[in-house]
């Protein structure tokens, strides 16, 4: 049995961790969804944010809300794709972490979340801090306390 309370892991703030905003494939809500689902697919990544061009966070797109977004009531209206924009479809209702939020506070929402979007105090996105960062680092974790 390990334990996590030693201030060394769980404790840990989120910015050493993160995916530097430079580093995140995102979209930007003006743009149409064609373009969207262009980075969606070269990216290889199932959702990605949507930010202004101040760089404030608005939300997610993914490719299923696309899909579902373009989906008729006999054919997928691809001719859509063009004239919807990223903006319209969106999902805004994303859990948002703080910069200065620790390993401990993302944990609930990464039970649902693949990743969560990462804001400054001024709601500047900062990043993104996935579940698969948190499973390294604990596994590092764990193999420290193991040689000990
Ligand atoms: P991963 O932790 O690599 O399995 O990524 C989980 C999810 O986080 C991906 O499906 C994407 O939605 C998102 N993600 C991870 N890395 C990036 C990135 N560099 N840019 C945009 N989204 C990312």
Same mark, same amino acid.
């Given at each position: 049995?390990?334990?996590?309370?030693?201030?060394?892991?769980?404790?840990?703030?989120?910015?050493?961790?993160?995916?530097?905003?430079?580093?995140?494939?995102? %979209?930007?809500?003006?743009? &149409?969804?064609?373009?969207?689902? *262009?980075?969606?697919?070269? #990216?290889?990544?199932?959702? @990605? $944010?949507?930010?202004?061009?101040?760089?404030?966070?608005?939300?997610?797109?993914?490719?299923?809300?696309?899909?579902?977004?373009?989906?008729?009531?006999?054919?997928?209206?691809?001719?859509?794709?063009?004239?919807?924009? %990223?903006?319209?479809?969106? &999902?805004?209702?994303?859990?948002? *972490?703080?910069?200065?939020? #620790?390993?401990?506070?993302? @944990? $609930?929402?990464?039970?649902?979340?693949?990743?969560?979007?990462?804001?400054?105090?001024?709601?500047?996105?900062?990043?993104?801090?996935?579940?698969?960062?948190?499973?390294?680092?604990?596994?590092?974790?764990?193999?420290?306390?193991?040689?000990?």
């Amino acid at each position: 049995m390990i334990s996590l309370h030693s201030g060394e892991y769980l404790d840990n703030n989120i910015r050493n961790f993160m995916i530097p905003s430079e580093r995140v494939a995102h %979209v930007q809500v003006g743009n &149409n969804l064609e373009h969207a689902l *262009l980075v969606l697919t070269k #990216s290889g990544y199932t959702a @990605i $944010p949507v930010l202004d061009p101040y760089y404030k966070l608005h939300g997610l797109i993914s490719t299923p809300i696309i899909m579902d977004s373009i989906l008729g009531l006999e054919r997928i209206e691809f001719e859509q794709l063009e004239k919807k924009r %990223v903006e319209e479809v969106m &999902n805004r209702k994303i859990p948002r *972490l703080n910069i200065n939020a #620790s390993i401990q506070d993302s @944990i $609930p929402f990464l039970i649902d979340n693949p990743f969560l979007c990462v804001e400054n105090e001024d709601g500047y996105f900062e990043g993104i801090f996935t579940r698969r960062t948190v499973l390294i680092e604990l596994n590092k974790h764990k193999r420290k306390l193991n040689k000990n």
